[in-house]
C-alpha cells in the first residue's frame, strides 16, 4: 500500500491516437455516418486561393464549433482549450498529439464575419437531409413551442424608446374580411392608421445588445432574452427553428417557423401547439392546409364569479347573442382586431338579477365579442376532445421539451455569450444542428 509509482511523465512511447481513442466514443460514431468533406464545397466561395495568407482548413473551423455545441462548451476560447487536452477532439480533428490547435480568434472571425447567414441555414439542413434519408425523421406530426435564452445583456443598463407594433403576417387579409362583415352590416370600412403614435408604444431597450427584449419570466424575474421558436417531429429531431427579442411573443412568429417546416416537409397531417398559439389565425391557417391543429385547453379569460363567455350563446340565424337571463345582445360592429361587438339594451342590464355577474359598466351595458373566425377555435376543440388529440398532444413533454431541456442541460443553450440577432439565429442553428448530429449518430 506505501509503494510509490515511479514518474512516467517524460517517458518516451511510440503510439498512435487512433489506438488512444476509444472504440464506442461518440465522436467515432459521428465520424462513422456523415462525410465532413462535403463542408469543403459549402464554402468553398467564401475563400480565395490566390491572394493572403494561407487559411484555417474549413473542416477544421465548422468542426471546432460541433465540438462546442456537442458537449455543450461554453465558449469557443474553452472549446479551444479542451482540445488541446482530449486525445478524443484531435483525432476528431484528424490532428497528432503535438499538431498546433488554431486560435479561438480565427475560428470566431469565421463565423462572426467571413461565413454568411445562409452557410448555417445550409448546414442544419445538411444534417437535417442526413436524418430524412436514413428514415429517421417522423414529420406526420410537429410540434412547435418557444423557449427563452437569457442574452448577455444587464438589465440595469437600459433606454426607453417607441417602437412599432410588430406587423401580423395576416394583417391584409384580416381587413379585408372586416370590411366585408362591416359592410354586410351595413356599417363602412374601417379606415387606415393615421394619428401620430397609435401604432407605437414605448419599450425597453438594453444598450449592451439593443436586439434582445425584456423578458418578464414569471411574477417576480425580469430578464433581457432573445426567444427560439423551433419545431421538431415524433423523433425529438429539430425541423427548423427562428431566433426574435425576448418580448415577442408566440403567435406572432408561428407562420415563419409553421411555413418553413410545412415547405420541407409535405406528410404533415398534425401541428401541436401551446396554448400561446390558440388563436383564430393559427387555427384557420392550419386547418386550411388540411391539416390538424392540436391545442390544450385554455382558461376562460373572465373575471372570478362572472359568467363565462361560453354562456353567451351566439345565435347564427339571427346574428345576436343569448344572455344567461334570454336577453338579446345585438350587433353593434367589427372592430380593427376582428371581433364582432354585441351590446345589450342597458335598460334590461339594469334591472337583471345576474348584473353583478355579468358587467361592471356604469352604463349597464354588456359587450360580448366574437372573432370572425372564431368557428376555427371551434374545430379545434373538436380535435382537442378526440382521442388522436389527445394522444399528439400528450407527446409534447416527450418531444418539444424535452428538446428544450436537453439543450439548455446539455449543450449550453440557457444563456448565450453572443450578441445581436443575426449571430444567436446562427448559433442556435449550430447548436440544434449539433443535436441532430448526436442522435442521427447514436441512431444509425
Known sequence: MLKRSRDMREEIKIVDIESLMPKKHLLREIDSVIDFNEIYEMTEEYYSEDNGRPCCDPVIVV????????????????????????????????????TPIPHFATISYAFATRFPDKLFEEIFSWILEKAVEKRMVDAKAVFIDATHIKANANKKKHRKEQAEFTARVYEQKLRQEINADREAHGKKPLKEKR???????????STTDPDCGLFHKGEHKVEFAYTTHTAC??????????????????????????????????????????????????CKKVIDDGKEIITPYKRPMTKKGFFHSYEFVYDE?????????????????????????FKSNPKDCEKCQYRDKCTNSEIHQKIVTKHIWSDYIDLAEDIRHSERGKEIYSLRSQTIERV??????????????IKSLPR?????????????????????
Open 195 to 205: 394619428e401620430k403614435g397609435e401604432n407605437t408604444k414605448e419599450v425597453t431597450v
Open 317 to 341: 340565424y339571427y346574428d345576436c347573442v343569448i344572455c344567461p337571463n334570454n336577453k338579446v345582445l345585438k350587433y353593434s360592429t367589427t372592430n380593427r382586431d376582428g371581433y364582432k361587438e
Open 404 to 417: 428544450f431541456a436537453d439543450a439548455k442541460e446539455k449543450h449550453a443553450m440557457r444563456y448565450t455569450f
Open 233 to 282: 417531429d415524433k423523433n425529438n429531431f429539430v425541423l427548423g427553428a427562428k431566433v426574435t427579442a425576448g418580448n415577442v411573443h408566440d403567435s406572432l412568429v408561428f407562420d415563419a417557423v409553421y411555413d418553413e417546416v410545412n415547405i420541407k416537409f409535405e406528410e404533415i397531417e398534425a401541428v401541436a401547439v401551446d396554448a400561446g398559439y390558440k388563436t383564430p389565425w393559427i
Open 63 to 98: 468542426k471546432i464549433a460541433f465540438l462546442q455545441h456537442l458537449f455543450g462548451i461554453r465558449s469557443l476560447r474553452q472549446t479551444i482549450k479542451e482540445v488541446e487536452t482530449n486525445i478524443a477532439y484531435r483525432w476528431f480533428l484528424h490532428f497528432n498529439l503535438d
Open 424 to 444: 444567436v439565429q446562427n448559433w442556435v442553428r449550430l447548436k440544434f444542428a449539433a443535436m441532430n448530429l448526436k442522435k442521427l449518430a447514436m441512431w444509425a
